[in-house]
């Protein structure tokens, strides 16, 4: 395997450029499926990479309860710096693991206190909450997808951004955009490099929210007035909310891309522009990291049969 076992660890960086091209030149829906795929591939590989460096690292440890076999030269031949880096992946991939526990712990229990806190409620799509505090979010799952909005943000809205209002949390509600969120979140759990590409999809999801309700009102600029209202009232959910998706995000990009002209629907870049060869180059790195990845998994697997007594 060689340093080739360490190339999913840094391949990240290669997604680097996409994240920002992506918001501004790809339509928001094709940018934040892209950008999960490939936060979701290269987070995986990368665990792989270290899950593999850790096998070699703990059969050096006394009394592990792995075969013998395991620590033979031979084994330790195949991954470069075998005695520091091996017992440095053992934390590390124990650090991923609870970072990405706690993650997933943490978003159940904003699900169950979110349901159980609309429970007195009528069952209807729309909860609206008797709270002077401005904010509504999307709230996925249960019975039923719901929008949680609070009297003290209808009270600051009228009419028609009301209307935009619920039709951007739909908008959440209908493409799913919670589990883009957690995918992203948990691939940077497991790997810092990708963050920005978190910090990417948690723009274009509320980009792909905005220019859906856009469409449904039939005006960009009621939907720009009603996310600018939103903004300047609201003080945020007075707890965290799903994933969050009652995160404002950029209001000023957002506010300006609706004032703009509506993006183009294209499923992917063509590679002669500058964004076509910044995606082309992050699939391409998340292509490599995956091959390496399975490349290492499979050389080591034989590696470790072979050392295995019988």
């Known amino acids: ?42 987070a995986v590989c990368s665990t792989v990479c270290l899950a593999l460096v850790m096998v070699v690292g703990t059969a050096q440890l006394p009394g592990n309860p792995l075969p013998d076999g395991w620590s033979d030269p031979e084994v330790r031949a195949a991954v470069p710096f075998d005695e520091v880096v091996g017992k440095a992946a053992i934390p590390a991939l124990c650090a991923v693991v609870v970072a990405c526990g706690r993650t997933l712990w943490r978003h159940g229990r904003v699900r ?38 609070t009297t003290g943000l209808l009270e600051q809205l009228g009419p028609a951004e009301r209307r935009a209002l619920f039709a951007h949390e739909r908008a959440h509600l209908a493409g799913r955009h ?20 978190r910090t990417a999809v948690a723009y274009t999801a509320e980009r792909w929210a905005d220019e859906d309700a856009a469409q449904r009102v039939g005006s960009r600029r009621t939907v720009a007035h009603a996310i600018g209202r939103a903004a300047l009232v609201s003080r945020g959910t007075p707890v965290p909310t799903l994933a969050g998706l009652a995160a404002a995000g950029p209001v000023p990009r957002r506010v300006a891309a609706l004032l703009g002209p509506a993006p183009a629907v294209r499923r992917w870049p063509s590679l002669f522009t500058v ?10 790195g998340a292509v490599m990291s995956a091959m390496s990845s399975a490349n290492s998994a499979v050389t080591m697997a034989l590696i470790l049969y072979a050392a295995t007594p019988l």
């Open 112 to 149: 169950r206190r979110a349901h159980r806190a609309l429970a007195g409620l009528r069952g209807t799509e729309v909860a609206v909450l008797p709270d002077a505090v401005p904010y509504a979010y999307a709230l996925p799952g249960g019975r039923r997808d719901r929008v949680v909005v």
């Open 178 to 197: 919670h589990r883009f969120l957690l995918a992203v979140q948990l691939a940077a759990r497991a790997n810092p490099f990708l963050r920005p590409l």
């Open 1 to 42: 395997m060689g340093v080739f076992v360490f190339l999913p660890l840094v391949l990240p960086l290669t997604a680097w450029p996409i994240a920002r091209l992506a918001e501004h030149h790809l339509h928001p829906r094709t940018a934040t499926r892209l950008l999960t795929g490939v936060a979701a591939v290269m």
């Open 275 to 284: 964004v076509g060869l910044a995606a082309w180059g992050a699939t391409a």
